[in-house]
């Protein structure tokens, strides 16, 4: 089987101080695990509420991970899904009561994987090796994850949301998979193994980030390596 590659859906952003957001012209991949990573923030006002997402083509969305910045403003959520044949519409992120001064939005699919389960789940096998990281106003995101079960065949994932716009910069030999707006959300794979991603940002902001493997197949002992519950 030829080895996992990852590649951009949909990259945009807004900062228009809504409840609501909609970008349009969103056509996930098909019969491929999509993941949907959500920046948003709201500025003065503690723990973001974790969005709703809805697209006409996609019955569900499953939370993969998610994580608030050290100071409280800013969210940064990940979600997974597969349709056979989603098409093209509008990607509505709702925070129901919340107003989001910017909410940013980075869609990508994962192609090569081969069981990839009910709406994807195996690819990462219910965020069975993955990390996240909240480290404040800083520089850089690092995160810490196991051992591959399989280091040479499965990928790495890393997703950034940052309070304000600044310039990313991956490490060396990772696919960097664009950066929405003013660099408020940032995405960056690696085929194979990094059990240490990081990423570094030009000045010091509120930063987030998630990383996580992704598997071409299943692994063999799914049950050993669970590090904490993401809900």
């Known amino acids: 089987m030829s080895a996992i590659s990852i590649a951009l ?10 409840t609501e957001y909609e970008f349009t012209g969103y056509d996930p991949s098909d019969n491929v695990p999509c993941y949907v990573a959500v920046t948003s923030a709201r500025e003065g006002a503690s723990s973001p509420v974790i969005p709703t997402l809805t697209h006409s083509g ?7 991970a998610t994580v608030v910045a050290a100071d409280g ?28 001064t910017h909410c940013a939005v980075m869609c990508v699919a994962v192609t090569n994987v081969a069981v990839p389960g009910a709406n994807g789940i195996n690819a990462d096998n219910s965020f069975f090796n993955g990390d996240t990281d909240a480290p404040g106003s800083s ?30 910069t991956d490490e060396a030999g990772w696919t960097d998979l664009s950066g929405v707006g003013q660099d408020i959300g940032f995405g ?27 598997f071409e197949d299943l692994p063999s002992e799914p049950f050993l390596k669970v590090r904490f519950d993401p809900a």
């Open 139 to 168: 520089t850089t995101v690092s995160m810490a994850l196991d051992n591959f079960d399989d280091a040479v065949n499965n990928a790495t994932l890393l997703f950034v949301g940052s309070s304000d716009g600044r310039t990313f």
């Open 73 to 100: 403003n800013s969210r940064l959520t990940v979600f997974r899904f597969l349709e056979a044949s989603p098409g093209s519409a509008t990607l509505t992120v709702n925070f129901g009561s919340d107003t989001q």
């Open 188 to 214: 960056a794979y690696l085929s194979g193994e990094d059990t240490t991603p990081t990423a570094t940002i030009t000045a010091a902001v509120q930063l987030t980030a998630i990383a996580f493997e992704v």
């Open 9 to 18: 859906d949909l990259d945009d952003w807004a900062a228009n101080n809504l």
């Open 58 to 64: 996609v019955t569900t969305f499953d939370q993969v």
